[in-house]
């Protein structure tokens, strides 16, 4: 089930410390390509691949998310989907990063 940013409510969003197969049923409500192809077209790979890498350096280097909402839950989709690819889990800063976020998405819904 797609659910678009406007329509995303707090009770969506699981608790940053629920299962993490929670997360990753909430991940699976975005689509970054369907909400990016307008804007990016061809280059949605590289571009999808270029912001996840800067989410993940920002977030390594300073403990830092993206600010919009778009992004956040671009970051979080595509670290759900390449997961399985990566290891069969999480390890432990994986996990973290999926939660924290979680957990700014959630803060963003609220405002």
């Known amino acids: 089930m797609n659910i678009s940013n406007e329509e995303l409510k707090e009770t ?14 909430f991940a699976e409500t975005f689509e970054p390509a369907a909400y990016w192809s307008d804007a990016w077209g061809a280059e949605y790979f590289t571009k999808s691949q270029e912001m996840l890498g800067n989410c993940i350096e920002n ?3 300073r403990g830092a998310l993206p600010e919009k ?3 956040l839950r671009t970051c979080l989709a595509l670290e759900w989907a390449i997961l399985p690819y990566v290891s069969r889990e999480p390890n432990a800063k994986q996990e973290q990063f999926l939660r924290d976020l979680v957990a700014r998405i959630r803060e963003l819904v609220r405002k």
């Not at 969506?12 to 049923?25: C, F, H, M, S, V």
């Open 69 to 71: 909402l778009a992004e």
């Open 12 to 25: 969506d969003i699981p608790a940053p410390d629920a299962e993490l197969r929670a997360i990753g049923r």
């Open 59 to 61: 977030y390594a280097q």
